[in-house]
């Protein structure tokens, strides 16, 4: 893709000149795996903008939160950053980011179609856009096909009753849990309860709904896995090593993200290379929905250097440098274009693990935009380990939910009311 599709000839002419005299450093805050594999990304970006150099600043994800809260309070927010899809309406709400429907709107290449619809529509909470997909991720099924075929089951479960029988018959042919559902994981349930209609908050996340019958269908299929003896109560840390046990068929399905491809190629003995495989979630009905997860590029309110802190984040949006990124890191590119490129004789988009990613994308479902989503999710998913353990039954679970969740939310209601007003 050849420079004008990221800046005019002129704005970037304004650019090149602008940088090569006064010497412009941007600071980009990234995080993780990610913060160490996107300088080797940065040479080739200096080279089409020479005076622009690009100072990348390394924060674990553990404290990158906390990090970017303090900054922003104590005036000491970078040019751009990596930020979690679920951290952008907290950061849009305190007026930290840019808004980009400006700079969009003058780079034609960054056209919303090329996006999957719902990441994108993680990137707009309140309706202003801050946020540009990085990269992407969700949740389905990893798949030991090898032991689906032993127990006379040729087909991937399509629907909710499919998948019920096929746990109920790899059962009858001697496994014990054919399902793996860590029960200190929230994005299992979630992803469930994304398939139903409703919304998990209701009166634009005033209060939960958690009551309702979306999410009290969703926990109920979700807690019958369990009360049926197809999913081991334990969490992550009790199981040892995972991809070891799925190595031994301790289980035939589990659900994660993109990440584990990688880590099964790798872990796993060859001999089971083609035993297992990916695919897409069953829904209530066929098909279903899951969750939009991923980071996004932000460009920050206080930043001096704007023009080339989006030069930065269109030059990381280019198919051909998202499909690099793949490369070195095994994150999903944000862009469908992306997908269509050459990549090992084929495409990503037809690759035997990745497809599976590519046709769940197209429908995924946006967690809800509000800042204290990620303390929801936390006490949703604690509620749910209560009732898998039977502490607590259905009603008492979604009811208990209800409450917190409408405490949790107070404020927000408090503020948004003052705001009406």
Same mark, same amino acid.
């Given at each position: 893709?050849?420079?004008?599709?990221?800046?005019?000839?002129?704005?970037?002419?304004?650019?090149?000149?602008?940088?090569?005299?006064?010497?412009?450093?941007?600071? *980009? $805050?990234?995080m993780?795996?990610?913060?160490?594999?996107?300088?080797?990304?940065?040479?080739?970006?200096? %080279?089409?903008?020479p005076?622009?150099?690009?100072?990348? =600043?390394?924060?674990? $994800?553990?404290?990158?939160?906390?990090?970017?809260?303090?900054?922003?309070?104590g005036?000491?927010?970078?040019?751009l950053?990596?930020?979690?899809?679920?951290?952008?309406?907290?950061?849009?709400?305190?007026?930290?980011?840019?808004?980009?429907?400006?700079?969009?709107? !003058?780079?034609?290449?960054?056209?919303?179609? +090329?996006? *999957?619809d719902?990441?994108?529509?993680?990137?707009?909470?309140?309706?202003?856009?801050?946020?540009?997909?990085?990269?992407?991720?969700?949740?389905?099924?990893?798949v !030991?096909?090898?032991?689906?075929?032993? /127990?006379?089951?040729?087909?991937?479960?399509? +629907?909710? +009753?499919?998948?019920?029988?096929?746990?109920?018959?790899?059962?009858?042919h001697g496994?014990?849990?054919?399902?793996?559902?860590?029960?200190?994981?929230?994005?299992?349930?979630?992803?469930?309860?994304?398939?139903?209609?409703? @919304?998990?908050?209701?009166?634009?996340?005033?209060?939960?709904?958690?009551?309702?019958?979306? *999410?009290r269908?969703?926990?109920g299929?979700?807690?019958?896995?369990?009360?049926?003896? @197809?999913?081991?109560s334990?969490?992550?840390?009790?199981?040892?090593?995972l991809?070891?046990?799925?190595?031994?068929?301790?289980?035939? *399905?589990?659900?994660?993200g993109?990440?584990?491809?990688?880590?099964?190629?790798?872990r796993?003995?060859?001999?089971?290379?083609?035993? $297992?495989?990916?695919?897409? #979630?069953?829904?209530?009905?066929?098909?279903?929905?899951?969750?939009?997860?991923?980071?996004? #590029?932000a460009?920050?309110? %206080?930043? !001096?250097h704007?023009? =080339?802190?989006?030069?930065?984040?269109?030059?990381?949006?280019?198919?051909?440098?998202?499909?690099?990124f793949?490369?070195?890191?095994?994150?999903?590119?944000?862009?469908?274009?992306?997908?269509?490129?050459?990549?090992?004789?084929?495409?990503?988009?037809?690759?035997?693990?990745?497809?599976?990613?590519?046709?769940?994308?197209?429908?995924?479902?946006a967690?809800?935009?509000?800042?204290?989503?990620?303390?929801? @999710?936390?006490?949703?998913?604690?509620? /749910?380990?209560?009732?898998?353990?039977?502490?607590? +039954? #259905?009603?008492?679970?979604?009811?208990?939910?209800?409450?917190?969740v409408?405490?949790?939310?107070?404020?927000?209601?408090?503020?948004?009311?003052?705001?009406?007003?």
């Amino acid at each position: 893709m050849k420079r004008r599709d990221l800046l005019t000839a002129t704005a970037a002419a304004a650019l090149t000149g602008c940088a090569r005299d006064s010497g412009t450093t941007l600071r *980009f $805050w990234a995080m993780g795996r990610e913060s160490e594999v996107v300088a080797e990304l940065m040479p080739a970006f200096e %080279r089409e903008h020479p005076g622009v150099r690009v100072k990348v =600043e390394q924060l674990p $994800w553990t404290a990158a939160h906390e990090k970017l809260l303090t900054a922003f309070a104590g005036d000491a927010t970078p040019d751009l950053a990596q930020v979690g899809n679920t951290w952008l309406p907290e950061m849009q709400a305190l007026g930290a980011l840019e808004p980009l429907e400006p700079w969009l709107a !003058r780079t034609p290449a960054l056209a919303a179609g +090329d996006y *999957f619809d719902g990441i994108w529509a993680t990137n707009a909470p309140g309706g202003q856009r801050v946020g540009l997909p990085w990269y992407v991720d969700t949740r389905l099924m990893f798949v !030991r096909q090898d032991l689906l075929a032993r /127990a006379g089951i040729h087909e991937m479960p399509r +629907d909710w +009753d499919a998948w019920r029988a096929t746990l109920a018959q790899l059962r009858r042919h001697g496994m014990d849990k054919p399902i793996l559902l860590p029960t200190n994981e929230s994005a299992p349930l979630l992803a469930l309860a994304l398939q139903q209609p409703g @919304e998990v908050l209701r009166d634009g996340g005033r209060y939960g709904n958690f009551s309702g019958p979306g *999410f009290r269908t969703a926990l109920g299929f979700y807690l019958e896995r369990f009360q049926r003896g @197809e999913a081991p109560s334990v969490s992550e840390v009790q199981i040892g090593n995972l991809w070891q046990e799925f190595g031994r068929g301790s289980f035939a *399905f589990y659900l994660s993200g993109p990440w584990d491809i990688g880590e099964f190629k790798r872990r796993l003995p060859p001999e089971l290379a083609h035993a $297992w495989t990916t695919a897409e #979630l069953p829904g209530p009905g066929g098909p279903g929905a899951s969750l939009a997860g991923g980071a996004s #590029l932000a460009v920050f309110k %206080r930043s !001096r250097h704007k023009p =080339e802190a989006w030069a930065l984040v269109s030059y990381l949006s280019r198919p051909d440098v998202q499909l690099e990124f793949y490369r070195l890191t095994g994150d999903l590119p944000a862009r469908r274009s992306a997908w269509a490129l050459p990549l090992n004789g084929a495409t990503l988009a037809q690759d035997r693990h990745a497809a599976a990613f590519h046709r769940q994308l197209e429908r995924v479902r946006a967690a809800p935009a509000v800042p204290e989503w990620e303390r929801i @999710e936390k006490e949703m998913q604690l509620a /749910a380990t209560r009732a898998v353990h039977g502490v607590t +039954d #259905l009603d008492a679970t979604v009811r208990g939910l209800d409450a917190l969740v409408d405490r949790i939310l107070e404020k927000r209601r408090w503020m948004l009311d003052r705001k009406a007003s």
